[in-house]
């Protein structure tokens, strides 16, 4: 046995935009055990239900994390839209579909990006976040902001996209599909790439499934669970079959996400194609009251909300559970015997979202 | 306008931010504004860096360690708190664990405003942020004078 030592990563890591700090054990160049410690982002943001009513909450759990925002807001207007027992006009929710699969392309673009950085390959770091642009382009033109869009709200949306923007939209992907393509080919084919990828971080089903990983981990891993096929807030009408790899390392996990973008284009055309005219809104009247619960499907996995109300303007609980929360387990199974060169490329597989995970 | 000979490198630590900021900072060194080539580094060594670009606001668990990254830069050295939450703590300044924006902890030079920040925001920060710092190189050379005149 050699000689044990400590190495700190994080919080403030060149890898990783965010703080997350992990005592790594290391026995030679070889990681025996990950200790993690949180907490550097946490606002106690679940707590301000006591002080913002449910209206501006929404503009809150926005705030939860700036890379799925889109997501967040709408998954707190769906959780309290069940507690007024409203449903939103379909315009409203085939739109909803329309931002919340160009949250997820954007998100999947950007952790390209990082993970190209991560093993060291900066002109395709730039070339993911090249593209990425062209989304945030599309979010800017449409809602107005480029990150954060507040154009949620509780009973439907705060603006329409006119017809022309909605086919300019569709044009827009269409034109970013080729450049996509030569993108996912050097992630997939360069055989540098593949090297630092295939066969890391291995998952079988089972230990994904038991360990509780969720979204990309779980599918790169055989698992076909996406919430997206529940059969709500209007991916019922959409042909959707979830993205499924097998490999269950961190190659698998990357095609998983590559083709997911491709399928966001894709759903995102249904939708428009079926979006009927008329309003976006279903006017919500007095104060919620009782439980509701909504799963959803994150970028990153399924995300949970939950709201307990009172009946008065303010809410009584509310409750998120980020699907990066459940990915810290199998990132710490995956960590021992690895080598310290792959350690980043393997906290990113997770697609980490720490700012998510501690609210 | 500044005149310093030298490209600013710059150190960016996210407090207690949501993301957006952040990656509104990492967007402007990328293809939109790709400050890189005006020789603008993200670096991730404190030692090297004269900018330090802060996002989020403090709290209980990342105060020390923002002090010990100031801590760690060489003088002369300007802060940029970027973004409504690093300025004051923003929509989060009510909640239970921050403790509002970064000048609680260590002086701030320029503040940015924006909940997000936008990038050509971030940008202008950076650039008031070369004046002050060309300001503190010039006093120290200053002091620096008097010292050894003495
Ligand atoms: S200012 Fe707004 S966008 Fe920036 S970190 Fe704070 S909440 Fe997020």
């Known amino acids: 046995m050699g000689k044990r030592t400590v190495v700190p990563f994080g919080p403030q890591h060149p890898v990783l935009p965010e703080p997350i700090h992990l005592d790594l054990v290391l026995e030679d160049e070889k990681v025996v055990e990950a200790i993690p410690s949180i907490g550097f982002v946490h606002r106690g943001l679940e707590k301000l239900v006591e002080k913002r009513d449910y209206q501006e909450m929404a503009y809150v759990s926005e705030r939860i994390c700036g890379i799925c925002s889109f997501v967040h807001g709408h998954g707190y207007c769906e959780t309290l839209e069940g507690l007024f027992q409203v449903e939103v006009p379909d315009r409203a929710k085939f739109l909803r579909i329309m931002w919340g699969e160009l949250s997820r392309m954007h998100s999947h673009l950007l952790w390209l990006g990082l993970m190209a950085d991560a093993f060291g390959f900066e002109s395709l770091f730039m070339q993911a976040w090249r593209l990425r642009e062209k989304i945030l382009d599309i979010f800017e033109q449409t809602t107005g902001g480029r990150i954060i869009h507040s154009v949620c709200k509780v009973g439907g949306l705060w603006r329409d996209v006119p017809e022309d923007m909605l086919k300019k939209i569709v044009e827009t992907l269409e034109g970013m599909e080729g450049e996509l393509q030569e993108l996912a080919n050097v992630f997939l084919k360069d055989y540098t790439v593949q090297k630092r990828t295939q066969g890391l971080g291995k998952m079988s089903a089972e230990e994904a499934f038991e360990c509780g990983a969720m979204g990309p981990m779980l599918r790169g891993s055989g698992v076909a669970m996406d919430m997206r096929g529940l059969g709500q807030s209007g991916y019922e009408h959409l042909k959707f079959d979830p993205v499924v790899e097998q490999g269950g390392d961190c190659y698998a996990r990357t095609n998983v996400r590559i083709r997911e973008v491709f399928q966001s284009i894709d759903l995102i055309k249904q939708a428009i194609g079926l979006m009927p005219e008329g309003s976006i809104e279903n006017k919500v009247k007095g104060s919620p009251e009782g439980e509701c619960l909504v799963r959803m499907e994150q970028p990153r996995g399924q995300v949970i909300y939950y709201a307990k109300a009172n009946g008065t303007r303010h809410l009584e609980r509310f409750r998120v559970r980020t699907p990066t929360f459940a990915n810290i387990m199998p990132l710490l199974n995956m960590l021992p015997g690895c080598d310290l060169a792959d350690v980043p490329i393997l906290v990113l597989t997770i697609d980490p979202c720490i700012s998510c995970t501690e609210r | ?150």
Request: one cysteine or more; glycine letters at 8%; hydrophobic letters at 40%.
């Open chain 2, 1 to 150: 306008m500044s005149y310093l000979p030298k490209s600013p490198w710059l150190v960016h630590y996210d407090a207690s931010s949501c993301n957006g900021c952040d990656i509104e900072v990492l967007a402007c060194l990328t293809p939109l504004y790709d400050v890189e080539r005006f020789g603008v580094l993200n670096i991730g060594n404190p030692k090297h860096a004269d900018i330090f670009v802060v996002t989020g606001s403090v709290n209980e668990q990342n105060r020390s360690v923002i002090q010990n990254i100031y801590n760690q830069m060489a003088e002369p050295k300007v802060v940029v708190a970027v973004g409504a939450c690093a300025s004051s703590g923003g929509i989060f300044r009510e909640c239970y664990n921050v403790q509002g924006g970064v000048d609680n902890v260590i002086p701030v030079d320029v503040y940015v405003s924006g909940c997000a920040a936008r990038p050509e925001a971030i940008i202008d920060g950076v650039v008031q942020a070369l004046g002050v710092l060309e300001q503190k190189y010039e006093e120290s050379k200053k002091k620096g004078a008097e010292t050894s005149h003495v």
